[in-house]
């Protein structure tokens, strides 16, 4: 609460925006209107207030005029409050005894055709604001230390290329891999497309460029079994081999990979003449049996279905690119693809495509309807150009299945509280403009952990996920805007962990104080989005600068019109 | 978009090109023309008040030229910065015609007819490509017709359709339709204005014009000058009321499209034009379908296209969900042509692969989901900044290097690399963002290698 | 040597770079050739697969 022997003195600024409000509304009622408000001590209006002239009004105000909260009635926060805060400060008010009231949005807007109406609600809002300000308390931005230091969990491609990024940027990165080695599933494959290098040489050559980095420090057959903390502190166990290590980190990325789905039961897979794609690199890594005469390849085994609705993204890929290796070995060999959709999207996978069809691979569409039949030696399909089945003699059948997530994604998801999809991939924080963060700051993501990609898609997140995890590095510390949850009445609070169960931004957790189980907000986590705050029946939480009191007075002063 | 153009280590040059790059890696010299706006920028508070006020109507470049803006213009409502810019081709006053209404308008005084281009030059350790893509000209497929049947519309003109703040404010209004709409208005207008005329004449012979009309095609006011002025005015009346009733009466039977037809792979997949996939197009024609559907919902629609490929998260997911709520369906094939059919519904042709048929199906709009190209200007730039391209005029990169130009510390993102959906062109740019910081954190690195 | 970069086109991916970079604290110049930033998506309408508003 604010002190309540402190003399409110609040200065309200009410702007035409050229004609936007000025042309629609009634200024001089609205003037006159304001200056009768409670604590009003001083009231202007300006042809812009978020001009230079403007902005000297308010500081003048405040200075001259004693004013200890500016209210400015104009346009949107979303554009202009920053500035009205900014210039608050710069004269020595603290930036949150500041509030907006936007009279022309949704006000001046959309009553143009209605001045006195439109007048009216936008007396409303004033009051409204200058009820909320004066019960305005001064908040100081919340800041909190950095260790310059990156976990990455997962050492495949993407993993490798973030955790050598990081290290170039002159960051320390502690690389975490499951396996005996790095490479990920690269260490399956034979060669990649487009380019058609071998797989190893890949790995070879960003094995070679980590041990070479003095900044990063991987660790092998091992596992992340234990995160604390928030972002810019994190407290992490890896159990190795020798033992648990207790490692600080400011960022951590999950870059675990996926995993190619063994399709037991479907097609007669047995391994053997029966494959899946990731069992076809490794025979022709060995060299294929040269009385491998005819192949025939099924796609969307296992996917695009009732079970797993998502499209792979990359399994097409893979088979037109095994394919073409296949006739390399053999080159009488017939191999045809059947496919419902080739999602040979983007210039280089078209490009792969056309090449294929001119290197003597042959396409037949299918439907799901009616799915071809794998039978011995042969494998039967409706050719619905044609209109009729036809036999396929088949010495090696390939199922196309798609990449599924790992099986310890869930684990990795509990341990850094953050989300996995329907399909069990990582969930980011906005599937379009924030592919590589998580909603959780200071967690980021990459790779096919994230959902399929091909090498150059997990090398550009890789990258990419590294760029955003360099931020808070290179900062070294995290300013957070302080409109955040507080516990404002600790007694009230009985640890039940409704909220922190809540919490999209896993801001919250329960500890164990003198008096209890009780909340405790991580302050630089918090984005005060206000949902622990409505949730909490005890009404302990609160959130800066939009407590009950703030808004009752809010509701109070609307009511009283 | 509003955090660019607030932050305080981004200094935003819109209206700008590059004209020129001199250097290396961590020493780059950059030439940057800032065209004039004839407006000046500190002092425009994007008020909008000039752009009321100027008399000159132009075709809104945003909106595809369905819609119509000032000579006088923010580029779109919510723009950034929202400084408004006059079109110096289209300006009277700049085309040496008396008019200076905005400056008179300009209660900030920001309006500057005299201001010049500016030239300036700027030091930079490395640079990222994000130029973009241009939508392909489905004019150069000639059995699309997309010039002459007005209801062939292309992906994006029907976004700005399907836009609340758009032209048609989010109805499907047909581009035919709108024409006639249009018509009527301007004829209304002719029809008052001799109307008026018109009522001068009656009032002074006290009779209305028909019956007067009547009279004098019956030859009873031979050689009077003035009523032969008055007949001639009526005939030009009729001449214009005439077609507008039966514009009148047809714009009467005019419905939003509820019918719609997606043609995929217009320009892409074509080794006319584009041999690529572009990539995002199967997705963006399901996505205005579904949205078509949620503004009308007797609406059906029908995407033709190769293959669809919803390769990307979520993306099959939505495609189903299109099909089984939206009354989306998908037919396999690339449409042969597009011819015009009565009341302006376009007819599409097209081979049912299934049924092994050709076809001929009439809808009330087609829509054309046009390739990925590169921008126009991509060789000059790519020329300018010393970069090399790809067959196909994109940005050339590595598979390993996929932000990595050929020139060390100039990176790529985005469609100006290849076609890609947003999260990847969101992503790239994360990627290019990390590469250009290793360039100006670590100058003492710049030797290694420069694989990613 | 400088330790500015330039970014030339203030669409989806020249905004995302550019704001990347700057958060990093280095300063950005941002070319847009057009009077305003916001590129194609801002021409959209909405985005799949969410339907959310397109920026």
């Known amino acids: 609460m604010p002190d309540q022997n402190e003399d409110i003195r609040i200065g309200v600024f009410i702007c035409h925006c050229g004609s936007n409000i000025a042309g629609y509304l009634d200024m001089e009622a609205l003037e006159e209107f304001a200056k009768k408000l409670p604590h009003v001590t001083f009231v202007q209006r300006n042809l812009y207030t978020c001009s230079e002239g403007g902005i000297n009004e308010i500081k003048k105000g405040i200075q001259e005029q004693d004013l200890n909260r500016v209210v400015v009635a104009s346009c949107t926060p979303r554009t202009h409050e920053p500035l009205f805060r900014s210039s608050c400060g710069e004269v020595g008010l603290n930036p949150y005894l500041f509030e907006m009231v936007n009279i022309r949005d949704q006000c001046s807007w959309v009553h143009m055709k209605d001045t006195e109406q439109g007048t009216a609600k936008a007396k409303d809002l004033i009051r409204m604001g200058v009820a909320k300000a004066a019960l305005l308390e001064p908040q100081e931005p919340i800041i909190s230390e950095v260790t310059t230091r990156a976990l990455v969990i997962g050492g495949g491609i993407a993993g490798m290329t973030a955790a050598l990024a990081i290290a170039r940027r002159g960051y320390e990165v502690v690389l975490v891999e499951r396996e005996a080695s790095l490479g990920g599933m690269l260490n399956a494959l034979n060669q990649v497309g487009p380019t058609m290098m071998e797989a190893s040489d890949l790995v070879q050559e960003k094995v070679k460029a980590i041990s070479e980095h003095s900044r990063i420090t991987v660790f092998t057959q091992a596992q992340v079994t234990e995160v604390q903390g928030f972002i810019g502190k994190y407290h992490a166990d890896i159990e190795t081999e020798s033992g648990v290590k207790k490692i600080d980190v400011g960022v951590v990325i999950v870059a675990t990979g996926g995993r190619a789905l063994v399709p037991e039961g479907l097609y007669g897979y047995d391994g053997k003449r029966v494959v899946n794609q990731l069992e076809l690199e490794s025979l022709l890594k060995g060299g294929l049996r040269p009385d491998v005469q005819n192949v025939v390849m099924i796609q969307c085994v296992g996917s695009r279905n009732k079970e797993r609705p998502y499209c792979s993204r990359i399994c097409c890929q893979t088979a037109v690119k095994n394919a073409m290796l296949v006739r390399e070995q053999n080159p009488e060999a017939r191999v045809c693809i059947l496919y419902r959709d080739m999602q040979m999207y983007g210039v280089e996978n078209e490009e792969m495509f056309r090449d294929s069809k001119k290197k003597g691979v042959r396409y037949i569409n299918y439907t799901p309807e009616e799915p071809p039949r794998v039978e011995d030696g042969k494998v039967q399909v409706y050719h619905a150009l044609l209109g009729r089945h036809m036999d396929l ?65 997990a090398v550009a997140q890789g990258l990419g996920a590294a760029s955003r995890a360099s931020i808070p590095l290179s900062k070294g510390s995290v300013e957070v805007e302080p409109i955040i949850s507080v516990l404002a009445d600790e007694d009230a609070c009985r640890g039940c962990g409704l909220c922190v169960a809540l919490c999209p931004y896993g801001a919250l957790e329960i500890q164990q104080t003198e008096k209890g189980r009780k909340v405790h907000v991580i302050d630089v986590a918090c984005k005060g989005c206000g949902v622990c705050a409505a949730t909490c029946y005890q009404h302990a939480l609160s959130i800066n600068s939009f407590t009950d009191q703030q808004i009752g007075a809010q509701v109070d002063a609307f009511l009283a019109g | 978009m509003l955090d660019v153009g607030r932050h305080p280590n981004i200094e935003l040059l819109a209206y700008s090109e590059v004209e020129g790059l001199k250097g290396t890696a961590g020493e780059f010299t950059i030439t940057v023309r800032k065209k004039t706006r004839y407006v000046e920028e500190d002092k425009c508070t994007g008020c909008g008040a000039c752009a009321e006020k100027c008399p000159t109507v132009v075709p809104d470049a945003f909106n595809e030229g369905l819609g119509e803006r000032k000579a006088i213009y923010s580029y779109f409502a919510q723009g950034i910065p929202s400084t408004h810019t006059i079109d110096a081709d289209h300006c009277r006053q700049l085309n040496g015609k008396k008019c200076g209404i905005c400056a008179k308008t300009c209660q900030a005084d920001a309006i500057n007819f005299d201001k010049k281009d500016q030239v300036i030059e700027l030091d930079v350790g490395a640079v990222i490509i994000a130029a973009g893509y241009d939508v392909f000209d489905p004019s150069q497929i000639p059995e699309y017709h997309y010039t002459e049947i007005p209801n062939v519309v292309t992906a994006i003109e029907f976004e700005r359709l399907l836009s609340a703040s758009g032209p048609t404010e989010g109805h499907l209004d047909r581009p035919s339709d709108r024409a006639v709409l249009k018509e009527i208005a301007s004829l209304e207008k002719q029809a008052k204005k001799s109307q008026k005329t018109l009522a001068r004449f009656e009032e002074k012979y006290n009779e209305s014009s028909a019956s007067f009309y009547d009279k004098f095609q019956g030859g009873q006011y031979e050689g ?199 999260p990847e062109s969101v992503a790239q740019a994360s990627s290019a963002a990390e590469r250009a910081a290793e360039v100006v954190f670590q100058p003492e690195m710049k030797e290694e290698k420069a694989v990613a | 040597m400088s330790k500015d970069v330039l970014v030339i086109g203030g669409g989806i991916a020249g905004m995302q770079a550019s704001l990347d970079l700057a958060d990093m604290g280095i300063k950005v110049y941002l070319v847009e050739k057009l009077p305003s930033i916001g590129g194609k998506m801002a021409q959209l309408d909405k985005t799949f697969p969410t339907n959310d508003c397109a920026i």
């Open chain 2, 224 to 422: 009077d000058e003035d009523r032969q002025k008055w007949a001639d005015k009526y005939a030009a009346h009729l001449a214009i009321v005439e077609p507008l009733e039966s514009l009148q009466k047809k714009a009467e039977g005019f419905t939003v499209a509820r019918r719609l037809a997606f043609i995929q792979c217009v320009g892409s997949r074509d080794f006319r034009f584009y041999p690529f996939c572009s990539g995002y197009c199967c997705m963006h024609s399901i996505k205005e379908a579904i949205i078509a559907h949620e503004h009308e919902p007797e609406t059906a629609s029908v995407i033709f296209g190769m293959d669809i490929r919803a390769v990307g998260k979520g993306f099959e997911e939505y495609k189903i969900r299109g099909g089984n709520d939206s009354n989306v369906s998908y037919v396999r094939g690339r449409v042969a042509e597009i011819s015009a059919g009565p009341d302006d519904n376009p007819v599409v042709t097209f081979e049912d692969t299934r049924e092994r048929k050709v076809k001929n199906q009439a809808f009330d709009l087609v829509v054309l989901a046009t390739a990925c190209a590169p921008i126009k200007g991509m060789a000059a730039l790519a020329e300018t900044l010393g970069v090399a391209l790809d067959p196909y005029g994109f940005i050339k990169t590595s598979p390993l290097s996929p932000v990595d130009t050929e020139t060390p510390g100039i990176f790529v993102c985005g469609c100006a690399e290849s076609p890609m959906d947003v």
């Open chain 1, 393 to 457: 003699p088949a010495d090696l059948v390939v199922l196309s299945t798609p990449l599924v997530s790992h099986e310890d994604a869930e684990t990795t998801s509990q341990l850094l509280r953050v989300p996995i999809d329907e399909n069990g991939f990582f969930l980011e924080g906005h599937v379009k403009l924030k592919p590589l963060d998580f909603a959780t700051d200071g967690v980021f993501l990459c790779g096919s952990a994230r959902f399929p990609s091909n090498i150059r898609e």
